[in-house]
C-alpha cells in the first residue's frame, strides 16, 4: 500500500517515500538515519520503533504514525458519548481484555499486540493500570488534543489478515461541539461505540427526552461520507451500542441483571448471543423512551447493542470497591471486530442462522 | 471592561451557564454572549495536568486572562479538574505573574474587580516571584536564557523544571517581555499555546511537537549566546533590574539577528555586560578580557553616556589602569557637568591627583567649573596650565573679574590667572584698563595669593608693566591711587614716572599713612587751603575727581583668604 490517509486528520500520505523518524526522549521528532555501520536486523529493529508523519514534521498538526501502520488494514474505532457517559472506563476495560492473552482469546483466532509500543505503554500507563491494577477511578478527558490513545496490531491466524487499529477517547464535551475542524475520524472511522449513559435515559417508559449531543453530532457528520449502492439509507460504519456502568441499572431491570449475570469469559467471545443482546437492550432502551439513544443502531449500516460495565459498580472516594470486574466489556469490541471484518461476520448470526 | 477585572469559574457540570455537559463555565461575571466567546479561547487551557496549582496566561483581543487550574476530585470521587480565570485589558503577564499569589483564587462568589483591587496584590506578587527568580541556580537559568534568545520569537517549552513561574518571571526580565505562559501542562502539541510552556515530563504524543524543547542540560551551540547568557543571569541574580537595567532591551529582540545585535551591543567583551557601574564586581579574568583596544572603545562609549551614580559605581580603586584610563575621563566629564554631580566628584577626589593627559579633554569650558574640577583632581602645577590655558580663552574683563572674585576663595586659582592676564595685558584695551581700575589694579586678590606685601608689589608691577604703553595715564593712576591700597601705591610708585601722577600717588601714600595711624591730614593740605607753591617736593594734592570712589582699607593679610 503506497498511499494511506492519516487517521487522526486525514491528510493523505504517499507512504512508502515518506522517511522515518525517531522520537527522540524530549518528544521531538528526529529525522532516522540508517548507519551503514550497523546490521539490517539491528535497522529494521529500529524501523519497529520508528514513525512516519502524515506531514512536514514541524508544522502544527502533523501526526506520526507506526512505520508499518500501512502494511495493515486500518480500522479506528471511536467512542461516542457525553461526559462521563463512561467512555474512558469502558475502553480501559475493553482493551485490557483484548490484550490480557486469555486463553478464550485464542478460540477466536485473534493475535493481538502493541502497534504504536510508546502510545500503547502510555494507555497502559495512565488508563489500565490504574483502572484494572489498581481500581483507581480515571479521571476526565481533557478536551484540548485530538489524537489517538492507543493503537494495536490484531491478527486474525485463521486468514492471515492483520489490522492496525486506532482507538479515539475524546472528551464529551468536545465531542458536542458542532463545529470542530480538528475532529476528523468521522469521515473515515470503520466503527464508533456510542456509549449509553444509564443514569441519563429516562427511567419510564414516555415521549423520548433530547437524548445525548454528542451522538447527535457524530451521525450528522457521518452524513458526509458516501454510502454504498447497497445500503444508501444506512451510514456506512459500524456502530456498537453500549449502556455502560449497566451495574448502576441491574436492580432496576431483570434483563440487564441477566445478561450480567452470564459475563463469563467464555460467554464474552461467544458472539452468535450478541444478536438476542441487541434485541434486549434496543427493548430496554425503547421502553424508557430513549429512543434518541437508538438512533445509532438504527441509522448504521451495522449494529450492535450491549449491556456492558467496566468497574461492576460505582466509585467510592476515586476507587473501586471489592466487587470490582469487567462485565461483559470485550463483546461490544469484538462485535465490533465482526462487523469491520476482522473477525467473520457470520459469527455475529445465531446459532440457528448460522450457515450451513 | 476597561478597568475592571471579570472572573470565571469552570469545572464539570451537568450544564454549564452555556448549556454544555461536561467542564465548562459555571459562575461568571461576563455577559452571556461574552461568555460564550470567551469560553471557546479559555476552554482548551482550563484542564489542570497535576495536584498543584497550574497557571496558564493568555492574551486575545487585548485582553489578558489568567487562569488558575488544579486537580480535583467531583462529587462521585472522579478525579476531574476546576479553573479560576480573571480577565481584565489591565491584566498583563508580569500582573499574571504577579497574581498567581492571589489570595483571591477560589473565593466563594464572583464579582467585577476594580483593577485597583488587584495592582498591589500583582506588584507585591511579583516582587516576592522576583525574588524567587533572583535566587534560581544562575547556571541553570543561563542555559535556558541562551536557548531562549535563540529563536526569541517563537514559543518554547520547558520540561521537568521545579519552579517554572520563577523562571518565567527571571526570561521575561531578563529578555525584556513577560512572555505568556503555561506553568503546568500535560502535553505541548495543542494549538493556541502561550510563549512559554512547562511540562512536567516529556509525554509522548502522536502529534509532533512543533514548539522548541529547551532544557538547562542542552549543549550550547553558540558560545556568543551563552557566555551573554551567563552575564546577564549572574547580573540579574547579584542585582535583579538593577543588574540587568543598562542592557536590557526595551522590546525583546525579535529574531536571531536581532538577538545577535543585541547581544554584541551589551557587552564590553564576551562575558561582560556593558555596564561601567557592574565591572568592579567582576573577576580579574573579566577584567584581562577587556584590554584590548575594541573592548575598551565599548567601556568608553558606554562611560561616555552612564550617568554620575553609575559612573561613581564604576570608579574602584582595585580596577587595572587601562579601565581606569577610560572611565576616569568619562567621570570627569560628568562631574563637570552643569549641575554637576557632588557624589562624582568626591569619588574622583580619591583618585587624584590625576595626571592631567588623562583628563584633558574632558575638562569642562566653564572656568568656575574648571576651577572646582581642577582644584579636586589636578596637582597644583597641572592645575595651573589648565587654568591658563583656559584663560588665554576669556576676555580681559571676564578674566580681570574672575581674578577678582574668586581670589579669596581660590588664591591659587587667581594666582594662575593672574599669570595669564599679565601675558595678555600688553593688549588690554581702554575698557580693560578701566575694569582693572575699578577693581583696584586687582591688588585685594593679588595679595589672597602673595605671601607677603613686597610679593604683592612684585606682582602688580608685572602686571601694570606689562600693560600698553600709555595706559596708566595720569587719571587712570590717580584712579588707581584712590584705592589707597599700600602695595598697590607700592607697585605704582614703582613704575610711573610722570611728576604730576607722582605727586597724586605720593598724597595717597601719605594719607594712607595718616590712615594707618588713625591722625587727620596736617591742614595745609585740607581742601580750600590750597597746594603748596613752593616747587617743593611735596605734590600738589590733586583735585578731588575720584572723590566718590569708594576707598578701601587697606589688607595686610598677606597670602591667605580671609
Same mark, same amino acid.
Given at each position: 500500500m503506497s498511499v494511506v490517509h492519516c487517521p487522526i486528520c486525514q491528510k493523505r500520505i504517499d507512504w512508502d517515500p515518506t522517511p522515518p523518524y525517531r522520537v527522540s526522549d524530549n518528544g521531538v521528532a528526529e529525522p532516522l538515519v540508517r548507519d551503514p555501520r550497523i546490521a539490517e536486523a539491528a535497522w529494521q529493529d529500529q524501523l519497529v520503533r520508528a514513525y512516519r508523519p502524515c506531514g512536514e514534521v514541524g508544522h502544527p498538526g502533523t501526526h506520526l504514525l507506526p512505520y508499518d501502520y500501512a502494511k495493515y488494514t486500518p480500522v479506528s474505532i471511536g467512542m461516542i458519548g457525553h461526559s462521563r457517559a463512561g467512555k474512558t472506563h469502558l475502553l480501559a476495560a475493553m482493551i485490557y481484555r483484548l490484550c490480557s492473552n486469555d486463553p478464550v !482469546?485464542?478460540?477466536?483466532?485473534?493475535?493481538?499486540?502493541?502497534?504504536?509500543?510508546?502510545?500503547?505503554?502510555?494507555?497502559?500507563?495512565?488508563?489500565?493500570?490504574?483502572?484494572?491494577?489498581?481500581?483507581?477511578?480515571?479521571?476526565?478527558?481533557?478536551?484540548? !488534543?485530538?489524537?489517538f490513545c492507543d493503537a494495536l496490531?490484531?491478527?486474525?491466524?485463521?486468514?492471515?489478515?492483520?489490522?492496525?487499529?486506532?482507538?479515539?477517547?475524546?472528551?464529551?464535551?468536545?465531542?458536542?461541539?458542532?463545529?470542530?475542524?480538528?475532529?476528523?475520524?468521522?469521515?473515515?472511522?470503520?466503527?464508533?461505540?456510542?456509549?449509553?449513559?444509564?443514569?441519563?435515559?429516562?427511567?419510564?417508559?414516555?415521549?423520548?427526552?433530547?437524548?445525548?449531543?454528542?451522538?447527535?453530532?457524530?451521525?450528522?457528520?457521518?452524513? @458526509?461520507?458516501?454510502?454504498?449502492?447497497?445500503?444508501?439509507?444506512?451510514?456506512?460504519?459500524? @456502530?456498537?451500542?453500549?449502556?455502560?456502568?449497566?451495574?448502576?441499572?441491574?436492580?432496576?431491570?431483570? #434483563?440487564?441483571?441477566?445478561?450480567?449475570a452470564v459475563g463469563s469469559a467464555e460467554e464474552e467471545v461467544e458472539l452468535s448471543t450478541v444478536e438476542r443482546e441487541s434485541e434486549d437492550v434496543y427493548a430496554y432502551l425503547s421502553q424508557r423512551g430513549a429512543t434518541q439513544w437508538l438512533r445509532p443502531a438504527q441509522e448504521c449500516y451495522r449494529s450492535t447493542l450491549h449491556f456492558a460495565s467496566a468497574t461492576n459498580g460505582p466509585a467510592s472516594d476515586g476507587t473501586f470497591p471489592g466487587a470490582?470486574?469487567?462485565?461483559?466489556? #470485550?463483546?461490544?469490541?469484538?462485535?465490533?471486530?465482526?462487523?469491520?471484518?476482522?473477525l467473520d461476520e457470520s459469527a455475529l448470526l445465531p446459532p440457528s442462522e448460522e450457515p450451513g | 471592561m476597561n478597568q475592571i477585572a471579570h472572573q470565571i469559574r469552570y469545572c464539570w457540570s451537568p450544564a454549564s451557564l452555556l448549556g454544555t455537559r461536561g467542564m465548562g463555565p459555571v459562575e461568571s461575571t461576563l455577559p452571556a454572549d461574552v461568555l460564550a466567546t470567551w469560553d471557546r479561547?479559555?476552554?482548551?487551557?482550563?484542564?489542570?495536568?497535576?495536584?498543584?496549582?497550574?497557571?496558564?496566561?493568555?492574551?486575545?483581543?487585548?485582553?489578558?486572562?489568567?487562569?488558575?487550574?488544579?486537580?480535583?476530585?467531583?462529587?462521585?470521587?472522579?478525579?476531574?479538574?476546576?479553573?479560576?480565570?480573571?480577565?481584565?485589558?489591565?491584566?498583563?503577564?508580569?500582573?499574571?505573574?504577579?497574581?498567581?499569589?492571589?489570595?483571591?483564587?477560589?473565593?466563594?462568589?464572583?464579582?467585577?474587580?476594580?483593577w485597583s483591587a488587584l495592582a498591589p496584590a500583582a506588584d507585591r506578587g511579583l516582587s516576592e516571584l522576583r525574588a524567587r527568580a533572583r535566587a534560581l541556580p544562575a547556571d541553570r537559568l543561563a542555559a535556558l536564557f541562551a536557548q531562549?534568545?535563540?529563536?526569541?520569537?517563537?514559543?518554547?517549552?520547558?520540561?521537568?523544571?521545579p519552579d517554572p513561574l520563577a523562571v518565567t518571571c527571571a526570561l521575561g526580565d531578563l529578555i525584556g517581555e513577560t512572555p505568556t505562559f503555561a506553568s503546568d501542562e500535560a502535553s505541548d502539541t495543542g494549538p493556541h499555546?502561550?510563549?512559554?510552556?512547562?511540562?512536567?515530563?516529556?509525554?509522548?504524543?502522536?502529534?509532533?511537537?512543533?514548539?522548541?524543547?529547551?532544557?538547562?542540560?542542552?549543549?550550547?551551540?553558540?558560545?556568543?549566546?551563552?557566555?551573554?547568557?551567563?552575564?546577564?543571569?549572574?547580573?540579574?541574580?547579584?542585582?535583579?533590574?538593577?543588574?540587568?537595567?543598562?542592557?536590557?532591551?526595551?522590546?525583546?529582540?525579535?529574531?536571531?539577528?536581532?538577538?545577535?545585535?543585541?547581544?554584541?551591543?551589551?557587552?564590553?567583551?564576551?562575558?561582560?555586560?556593558?555596564?561601567?557601574?557592574?565591572?568592579?564586581?567582576?573577576?580579574?579574568?573579566?577584567?584581562?578580557?577587556?584590554?584590548?583596544?575594541?573592548?575598551?572603545?565599548?567601556?568608553?562609549?558606554?562611560?561616555?553616556?552612564?550617568?554620575?551614580?553609575?559612573?561613581?559605581?564604576?570608579?574602584?580603586?582595585?580596577?587595572?589602569?587601562?579601565?581606569?584610563?577610560?572611565?576616569?575621563?568619562?567621570?570627569?566629564?560628568?562631574?563637570?557637568?552643569?549641575?554637576?554631580?557632588?557624589?562624582?566628584?568626591?569619588?574622583?577626589?580619591?583618585?587624584?591627583?590625576?595626571?592631567?593627559?588623562?583628563?584633558a579633554g574632558s575638562l569642562p569650558a566653564d572656568v568656575d567649573q574648571l576651577a572646582r574640577i581642577t582644584h579636586v583632581l589636578l596637582t597644583p602645577r597641572d592645575r595651573r596650565i589648565v587654568l591658563e590655558q583656559a584663560a588665554r580663552d576669556l576676555p580681559l574683563t571676564g578674566l580681570i573679574d574672575w581674578i577678582d572674585r574668586q581670589a579669596p576663595a581660590d588664591p591659587a586659582g587667581a594666582l594662575a590667572m593672574y599669570s595669564a592676564l599679565c601675558a595678555r595685558a600688553g593688549r588690554a584695551s581702554q575698557e580693560?584698563?578701566?575694569?582693572?581700575?575699578?577693581?583696584?589694579?586687582?591688588?585685594?586678590?593679588?595679595?589672597?595669593?602673595?605671601?607677603?606685601?613686597?610679593?604683592?608689589?612684585?606682582?602688580?608691577?608685572?602686571?601694570?608693566?606689562?600693560?600698553?604703553?600709555?595706559?596708566?595715564?595720569?587719571?587712570?593712576?590717580?584712579?588707581?591711587?584712590?584705592?589707597?591700597?599700600?602695595?598697590?601705591?607700592?607697585?605704582?610708585?614703582?613704575?610711573?614716572?610722570d611728576p604730576s601722577a607722582r605727586a597724586d600717588i605720593h598724597y595717597q601714600v601719605r594719607l594712607a599713612y595718616y590712615q594707618e595711624h588713625l591722625l587727620h591730614e596736617p591742614t595745609a593740605l585740607l581742601p580750600g587751603d590750597g597746594p603748596p607753591g613752593d616747587g617743593s617736593a611735596e605734590p600738589q594734592a590733586p583735585r578731588r575727581r575720584w572723590h566718590g570712589i569708594r576707598r578701601h582699607q587697606p589688607h595686610h593679610n598677606h597670602g591667605k583668604p580671609t
Open positions: !482469546l485464542r478460540g477466536l483466532d485473534l493475535q493481538v499486540g502493541p502497534l504504536d509500543l510508546a502510545v500503547h505503554q502510555r494507555y497502559v500507563a495512565e488508563y489500565i493500570t490504574p483502572l484494572i491494577g489498581h481500581r483507581r477511578q480515571l479521571g476526565g478527558t481533557p478536551a484540548a !488534543l485530538v489524537e496490531k490484531v491478527t486474525n491466524t485463521r486468514n492471515g489478515r492483520s489490522f492496525a487499529l486506532t482507538f479515539f477517547d475524546l472528551a464529551g464535551e468536545r465531542l458536542e461541539r458542532a463545529s470542530d475542524d480538528e475532529l476528523q475520524f468521522y469521515s473515515s472511522a470503520q466503527a464508533l461505540v456510542f456509549v449509553v449513559d444509564p443514569e441519563s435515559i429516562p427511567r419510564r417508559a414516555g415521549p423520548g427526552t433530547g437524548g445525548d449531543v454528542s451522538f447527535e453530532v457524530a451521525l450528522r457528520r457521518l452524513d @458526509a461520507r458516501a454510502r454504498p449502492p447497497a445500503a444508501r439509507s444506512f451510514h456506512p460504519v459500524a @456502530a456498537a451500542v453500549v449502556v455502560a456502568k449497566a451495574d448502576l441499572i441491574r436492580f432496576e431491570d431483570r #434483563l440487564v441483571s441477566d445478561w450480567l470490582f470486574r469487567q462485565c461483559r466489556v #470485550l463483546k461490544p469490541l469484538l462485535a465490533v471486530f465482526a462487523m469491520t471484518g476482522i | 479561547y479559555l476552554r482548551d487551557h482550563v484542564w489542570a495536568a497535576g495536584t498543584r496549582p497550574g497557571f496558564t496566561f493568555v492574551v486575545r483581543d487585548g485582553v489578558g486572562a489568567l487562569l488558575r487550574k488544579v486537580a480535583t476530585a467531583a462529587e462521585d470521587g472522579r478525579p476531574g479538574s476546576a479553573a479560576h480565570a480573571l480577565l481584565s485589558p489591565e491584566l498583563k503577564a508580569a500582573d499574571a505573574l504577579g497574581l498567581t499569589s492571589w489570595d483571591g483564587w477560589d473565593a466563594p462568589a464572583l464579582s467585577v474587580l476594580p531562549v534568545l535563540h529563536a526569541p520569537g517563537e514559543g518554547f517549552t520547558v520540561i521537568g523544571e499555546l502561550p510563549t512559554a510552556v512547562f511540562l512536567r515530563e516529556a509525554s509522548f504524543s502522536s502529534t509532533t511537537a512543533t514548539r522548541r524543547r529547551i532544557a538547562p542540560a542542552a549543549p550550547l551551540a553558540d558560545p556568543a549566546l551563552s557566555s551573554f547568557a551567563v552575564a546577564a543571569v549572574d547580573a540579574y541574580a547579584a542585582d535583579g533590574m538593577d543588574g540587568i537595567a543598562l542592557t536590557r532591551r526595551a522590546k525583546p529582540p525579535a529574531d536571531l539577528v536581532e538577538t545577535r545585535e543585541w547581544v554584541s551591543a551589551a557587552q564590553f567583551a564576551p562575558g561582560v555586560l556593558a555596564d561601567v557601574g557592574r565591572l568592579p564586581r567582576l573577576s580579574p579574568t573579566a577584567w584581562q578580557s577587556l584590554a584590548r583596544e575594541d573592548a575598551l572603545q565599548r567601556v568608553a562609549a558606554a562611560a561616555a553616556a552612564a550617568s554620575p551614580a553609575v559612573l561613581a559605581r564604576a570608579l574602584d580603586e582595585r580596577l587595572p589602569e587601562y579601565l581606569l584610563a577610560v572611565i576616569v575621563p568619562a567621570a570627569v566629564a560628568a562631574a563637570s557637568g552643569t549641575p554637576g554631580d557632588p557624589a562624582l566628584l568626591e569619588r574622583l577626589a580619591q583618585f587624584g591627583p590625576i595626571p592631567l593627559d588623562l583628563v580693560d584698563v578701566e575694569a582693572l581700575v575699578s577693581r583696584g589694579g586687582l591688588a585685594g586678590a593679588v595679595r589672597q595669593f602673595s605671601e607677603s606685601g613686597q610679593q604683592s608689589s612684585i606682582h602688580l608691577v608685572t602686571l601694570l608693566r606689562a600693560l600698553p604703553r600709555g595706559a596708566l595715564d595720569p587719571d587712570a593712576v590717580a584712579g588707581l591711587a584712590a584705592h589707597v591700597d599700600p602695595v598697590l601705591l607700592h607697585a605704582l610708585d614703582t613704575i610711573v614716572t
